[in-house]
């Protein structure tokens, strides 16, 4: 059983998604393909050191492409996170709450830099592909 079919099944286990929810993960993922070789710039092993983000859209109108790449350093993020402990404890309430409004589940209050350790970690396993008829969307650690 591979990781993802087995992380569904423990939500499921866990009540953090419905019967219903889970089928349908289970069957968006028996619907992809295995996972490809590394790309360029991709990390195969260690900790990565950036999020990537390229998007290329296609003009419909015969003009030039859109070309977005974006490279974040996970340093920036982890040096966000230590900020985040000098916000006032009124500050942060407001903050949850602007965040809950906006549908973001994010206690800032519960923030610490060992989680967003651990979250790079897994996320050296990470690539998001989206293809649509005439944008490409492509997301991964590097």
């Given at each position: 059983?591979?990781?993802?079919?087995?992380?569904?099944?423990?939500?499921?286990?866990?009540?953090?998604?419905?019967?219903?929810?889970?089928?349908?993960?289970?069957?968006?993922?028996?619907?992809?393909?295995?996972?490809?070789?590394?790309?360029?710039?991709?990390?195969?092993?260690?900790n990565p050191r950036?999020?990537?983000?390229?998007?290329?859209?296609?003009?419909?109108d015969g003009g030039?492409?859109?070309?977005?790449?974006?490279?974040?350093?996970?340093?920036?993020?982890?040096?966000?996170?230590?900020?985040?402990?000098?916000?006032?404890?009124?500050?942060?309430?407001?903050?949850?709450?602007a965040l809950r409004?906006?549908?973001?589940?994010?206690?800032?209050?519960?923030?610490?830099?060992?989680?967003?350790?651990?979250?790079?970690?897994?996320?050296?396993?990470?690539?998001?592909?989206?293809?649509?008829?005439?944008?490409?969307?492509?997301?991964?650690?590097?």
């Amino acid at each position: 059983m591979n990781d993802n079919r087995l992380h569904v099944l423990q939500m499921l286990a866990a009540g953090e998604v419905s019967p219903e929810e889970a089928d349908r993960l289970i069957a968006a993922l028996d619907k992809q393909p295995a996972a490809p070789a590394a790309r360029p710039g991709e990390v195969t092993g260690g900790n990565p050191r950036y999020l990537r983000v390229f998007v290329e859209e296609q003009e419909t109108d015969g003009g030039p492409p859109t070309k977005v790449n974006i490279r974040v350093p996970f340093q920036l993020l982890r040096a966000g996170v230590r900020l985040a402990s000098l916000i006032p404890n009124g500050a942060k309430d407001q903050i949850n709450e602007a965040l809950r409004k906006n549908g973001v589940p994010i206690d800032v209050t519960q923030l610490k830099p060992e989680d967003l350790d651990e979250l790079v970690v897994h996320l050296a396993d990470l690539t998001i592909d989206v293809e649509e008829k005439d944008t490409k969307v492509r997301i991964f650690a590097e």
